[in-house]
C-alpha cells in the first residue's frame, strides 16, 4: 500500500496569502496519477487536481498543483475566504489500494 | 448536470448487513465507472470499492474484501454496495462517486452527498 503523508497538519494564513501543501508518497505514483481535493465542513470532496497538475473543470486558477515520483504540492496563489478547508491528496495509479493523504486543515490566521 | 443520491444507510449493529444504493443522473450511467468513499466521523476519507462501467471490473479495500459486494445496474442507473458482517470500524458516511476519466478510475470529479452507516450495538 502506497502510504500518503501531507503537511503541514494545519496552516494558519489570512486571505490573499499563498498556501503550499505537501503530499509525499511512500514510493512513486505510477504516472503521477495524483488528486488533490478539497471538503469544506458537512460537504462532499470536491475534486481539484488530478494527473498531479490537471485542473478539474470550474476549478479556478489560483489553484495549481506540481511534482512528480513522490513528492507532490498543491499551491493558492491567493487565499479567498471560500477556499479555507480541509485538502486531501489521492494517489489512483496501478498500486491498488488506492489511498487517501490524513489532510491538511487551512485556517484563517 | 450530473447528480449522485445515495440512499440505504443506517443503524446497524455489528455483525449485521445493509445495502446502499446510489441513484445517478444527468450522465450516461452505462460508460461510467463508479467508486465508494467512506469516511469515519471526524476523519479522513477511505476509497472502499471501484467497479467499472461494463464487464465490470471490480476492486475492493484490504479492510472490506470478503464482507463487502459492489454491483451495478446499468438500466436502473444505480450502483449498489452490499456490505455484510459490519463492524463498528465501518461506521462513517459513504460516498457514491464517479470515477474520472484519468488513470486507473479511482479519482472522481461528481460526488454525491453521502449516505451515513452508523455499527452499534
Known amino acids: 500500500e502506497i502510504v500518503l503523508t501531507q503537511s503541514p497538519g494545519t496552516l494558519s494564513l489570512s486571505p490573499g496569502e499563498r498556501a503550499t501543501l505537501s503530499c509525499r508518497a511512500s514510493r512513486s505514483v505510477s504516472s503521477n496519477y495524483l488528486a488533490w481535493y478539497q471538503q469544506k465542513p458537512g460537504q462532499a470532496p470536491r475534486l481539484l487536481i488530478y494527473a498531479a497538475s490537471s485542473r478539474a473543470t470550474g476549478v479556478p486558477d489560483r489553484f495549481s498543483g506540481s511534482g512528480s515520483g513522490t513528492d507532490f504540492t498543491l499551491t493558492i496563489s491567493r487565499l479567498e475566504p471560500e477556499d479555507f478547508a480541509v485538502y486531501y491528496c489521492?494517489?489512483?495509479?496501478?498500486?491498488?489500494?488506492?489511498?487517501f493523504g490524513q489532510g491538511t486543515r487551512v485556517e484563517i490566521k | 448536470e450530473v447528480q449522485l443520491v445515495e440512499s440505504g444507510g443506517g443503524l446497524v449493529q455489528p455483525g449485521g448487513s445493509l445495502r446502499l444504493s446510489c441513484a445517478a443522473s444527468?450522465?450516461?450511467?452505462?460508460?461510467?465507472?463508479m467508486n465508494w468513499v467512506r469516511q469515519a466521523p471526524g476523519k479522513g476519507l477511505e476509497w472502499v470499492s471501484y467497479?467499472?462501467?461494463?464487464?465490470?471490473?471490480?476492486y475492493y479495500a484490504d479492510s472490506v474484501k470478503g464482507r463487502f459486494t459492489v454491483s451495478r445496474d446499468n438500466t436502473k442507473n444505480s450502483v449498489y454496495l452490499q456490505m455484510r458482517d459490519l463492524r463498528d470500524e465501518d461506521t462513517g458516511v459513504y460516498y457514491c462517486?464517479?470515477?474520472?476519466?484519468?488513470?486507473?478510475?479511482?479519482?472522481?470529479?461528481?460526488w454525491g452527498l453521502g449516505t451515513l452507516v452508523t455499527v452499534s450495538s
Open positions: 462517486a464517479r470515477a474520472t476519466a484519468s488513470g486507473w478510475g479511482g479519482a472522481a470529479d461528481y
Open positions: 467497479i467499472s462501467s461494463s464487464s465490470p471490473t471490480i
Open positions: 489521492q494517489q489512483y495509479g496501478s498500486s491498488l489500494p488506492w489511498t
Open positions: 444527468g450522465l450516461i450511467f452505462s460508460s461510467n465507472s
